[in-house]
């Protein structure tokens, strides 16, 4: 009944001695250029040497690296690499949690470490065993190693830190907003300690790397300070400008590097994508205002370039559309678009006039794994408005368990499962999976307990038990012999009628 997906990571990290790389030392910039040439072989093997690097030197010889990059495979490539070493950054960072109040409060080095009651957090495989074996200082010290590689990389990280792909709790989307804010702040404040002039040219080296976005860009324009609002608004208007005049130019990565920054900046590109629409069309510049047209909608859904190459123009005229249309378009964005689409449905959510498709949209974040789509369906009755059948709820939340048992997150697990159980109380998959919850949480006798109770309400698949993994734990006890004898016996009956 369950099926477990088994994804291996190459990701050394803060827990990597870098001895290796001492020993030859090599230079991590000399490497990371390699990223941008056009030799397929020098660049993967720059990517394999990068990702097993120390992270803080890696991290800023990719960034500096990508800093004005204008061929796409090349910023792809760093990317990649980028991501490896972020997420294992990211998953020390959050080691330390608060569980006080709901948006969690985060303790990543000083006093606070101690103080709080750390609550052990993986952003994308869980727990280690390794992790949770760890004292509250040496959490408290992994942590604010950590956070201090993310504050040397500086404005350049704040986007990959908001950036939430499935299963990501909202403690630690928190988390992650809190540690971009205080990297900003410190963006806001280099800019009001220069004169107008030096503060220009400090964001301009700055923003030669396009992840420098709407985050930063955006909590400038709103300080509190004059000085640094004027020197951010005018720093906006210039990026904006200079991405609009390659917006259509000839050269294809000059293009979609214009694209995807004025993409990135979000809510402060699209007053002026809107205007440079009509203006496009005035002037009879088709080019120009086709370019424009299009990023307009992409802007309008959070249409990511990877979502837009997967299924094109699915947004078309979207508000002419029948209920039935922009349902099948939820659901298209769901099977084809994947983790791709996740901001998309997001969008939909919150701008849709529908009720129904805002809901439905909701439904297809909850099986993608989305938080915030499950948030909604099980905290707000949505499910009740939207008269989800209870077999699609049932599958939603069984998927949900399974997601979070395979990465080690029983509790999380085990509520999925009791909701199950509370829609219907002999469902034999959910049994089923919350015996193999307890069972590798190792709590045997609830595990008994429960693949008891999946086997009188119909689950007698006996070599599926038999050699699942899962149920390692309970091979050597009493009761499971018995019921695995039981069973059998069964089996043998039937075969006799």
Same mark, same amino acid.
């Given at each position: 009944?369950?099926r477990v997906?088994?994804?291996?990571?190459?990701?050394?990290?803060?827990?990597?001695?870098?001895?290796v790389?001492?020993?030859?030392?090599?230079d991590?910039?000399?490497?990371?250029?390699?990223?941008?040439?056009?030799?397929?072989?020098?660049a993967?093997?720059a990517?394999?040497?990068?990702?097993?690097?120390p992270?803080?030197?890696?991290l800023?010889?990719?960034?500096?690296?990508?800093?004005?990059?204008?061929?796409?495979?090349?910023?792809q490539r760093?990317?990649?690499?980028?991501?490896?070493?972020?997420?294992?950054v990211?998953?020390?960072?959050t080691?330390?949690?608060?569980?006080?109040?709901?948006?969690s409060?985060?303790?990543?080095?000083?006093?606070?470490?101690?103080?709080?009651?750390? +609550? #052990?957090?993986? $952003?994308? *495989?869980?727990?280690?065993?390794?992790?949770?074996?760890l &004292?509250? @200082?040496e959490?408290?010290?992994?942590?604010?190693?950590?956070?201090?590689?993310l504050?040397?990389?500086g404005a350049?990280m704040?986007?990959?830190?908001?950036?939430?792909?499935?299963?990501?709790?909202?403690?630690?989307?928190?988390?992650?907003?809190?540690?971009?804010?205080d990297?900003?702040?410190?963006?806001?404040?280099?800019?009001?300690s220069?004169?107008r002039?030096?503060?220009l040219?400090?964001?301009?080296?700055?923003?030669?790397?396009?992840?420098?976005?709407?985050f930063?860009?955006?909590?400038?324009?709103?300080?509190?300070?004059?000085?640094?609002?004027?020197?951010?608004?005018?720093?906006?208007?210039?990026?904006?400008?200079a991405?609009?005049?390659?917006?259509?130019d000839k050269?294809?990565?000059?293009?979609?590097?214009?694209e995807d920054?004025?993409? +990135? #900046?979000g809510a $402060?590109s *699209?007053?002026?994508?809107?205007?440079l629409?009509?203006? &496009?069309l @005035?002037?009879?510049?088709?080019?120009?205002?086709?370019?424009a047209k299009?990023l307009?909608?992409?802007?309008?859904?959070?249409?990511?370039?990877?979502?837009?190459?997967?299924l094109g123009?699915?947004?078309?005229?979207?508000?002419?559309?029948?209920f039935r249309?922009?349902?099948?378009?939820?659901?298209?964005?769901?099977?084809?678009?994947?983790?791709?689409?996740?901001?998309?449905?997001?969008?939909?959510?919150?701008?849709e006039?529908?009720?129904?498709?805002r809901?439905?949209?909701a439904?297809?974040?909850?099986?993608?794994?989305?938080?915030?789509?499950i948030?909604?369906?099980q905290?707000?009755?949505?499910?009740?408005?939207?008269a989800?059948?209870?077999g699609?709820?049932?599958?939603?939340y069984?998927?949900?368990?399974?997601?979070?048992?395979?990465?080690? +997150?029983?509790?999380n697990?085990?509520?999925?499962?009791?909701?199950?159980?509370?829609?219907? &109380?002999?469902?034999?998959?959910?049994l089923?999976?919350i015996?193999?919850?307890?069972?590798l949480?190792?709590?045997v006798?609830?595990?008994?307990?429960?693949?008891?109770k999946?086997?009188?309400?119909?689950?007698?698949?006996?070599?599926h038990?038999?050699n699942?993994?899962?149920?390692?734990?309970?091979?050597?006890?009493?009761r499971?012999?018995?019921?695995?004898?039981?069973?059998?016996q069964?089996?043998?009956?039937?075969?006799?009628k």
């Amino acid at each position: 009944m369950r099926r477990v997906v088994l994804v291996c990571i190459l990701s050394m990290g803060l827990l990597t001695s870098p001895l290796v790389w001492a020993q030859n030392k090599v230079d991590p910039q000399i490497i990371a250029k390699d990223l941008l040439g056009d030799d397929f072989r020098r660049a993967k093997a720059a990517e394999d040497d990068l990702v097993i690097m120390p992270p803080e030197a890696a991290l800023k010889a990719v960034l500096a690296a990508r800093a004005g990059v204008s061929k796409a495979a090349s910023r792809q490539r760093c990317d990649r690499v980028l991501n490896t070493l972020l997420e294992e950054v990211l998953r020390d960072a959050t080691l330390s949690l608060s569980e006080a109040g709901y948006g969690s409060i985060i303790a990543l080095g000083g006093g606070m470490g101690a103080q709080m009651s750390p +609550r #052990l957090a993986a $952003l994308t *495989s869980g727990a280690s065993d390794e992790a949770e074996a760890l &004292s509250p @200082a040496e959490i408290q010290k992994r942590s604010g190693s950590a956070r201090r590689v993310l504050l040397a990389c500086g404005a350049p990280m704040t986007r990959a830190l908001i950036h939430v792909p499935p299963l990501r709790e909202f403690e630690v989307q928190r988390a992650l907003y809190l540690i971009a804010k205080d990297i900003t702040k410190q963006s806001l404040d280099t800019v009001n300690s220069l004169e107008r002039k030096k503060a220009l040219d400090w964001l301009r080296t700055l923003g030669r790397n396009v992840d420098l976005a709407e985050f930063v860009i955006g909590n400038g324009i709103r300080d509190k300070r004059a000085k640094v609002r004027a020197i951010f608004q005018e720093f906006r208007d210039e990026v904006l400008e200079a991405s609009i005049k390659n917006l259509a130019d000839k050269n294809y990565d000059r293009r979609i590097l214009a694209e995807d920054q004025l993409f +990135r #900046l979000g809510a $402060l590109s *699209s007053a002026r994508i809107e205007k440079l629409v009509k203006e &496009s069309l @005035a002037a009879k510049n088709t080019v120009l205002h086709n370019a424009a047209k299009n990023l307009q909608h992409r802007l309008r859904f959070s249409i990511s370039r990877a979502l837009f190459e997967k299924l094109g123009q699915v947004f078309e005229d979207y508000d002419s559309k029948t209920f039935r249309e922009r349902r099948e378009v939820c659901l298209e964005i769901e099977r084809l678009g994947g983790v791709d689409g996740i901001r998309s449905l997001r969008s939909i959510m919150r701008r849709e006039k529908s009720e129904k498709v805002r809901l439905l949209a909701a439904l297809s974040l909850a099986r993608l794994g989305d938080p915030v789509g499950i948030y909604r369906i099980q905290q707000e009755g949505l499910a009740a408005k939207l008269a989800i059948p209870k077999g699609d709820l049932i599958a939603i939340y069984i998927d949900q368990g399974i997601k979070y048992m395979n990465i080690r +997150r029983f509790a999380n697990a085990e509520k999925e499962f009791l909701r199950v159980l509370k829609l219907d &109380s002999k469902n034999e998959s959910a049994l089923y999976n919350i015996a193999c919850c307890y069972s590798l949480w190792g709590k045997v006798e609830n595990a008994l307990d429960y693949l008891e109770k999946a086997v009188k309400s119909g689950f007698d698949d006996l070599g599926h038990i038999e050699n699942d993994p899962d149920l390692d734990f309970l091979r050597q006890t009493e009761r499971y012999k018995r019921l695995i004898a039981a069973l059998e016996q069964k089996k043998k009956l039937e075969g006799e009628k």
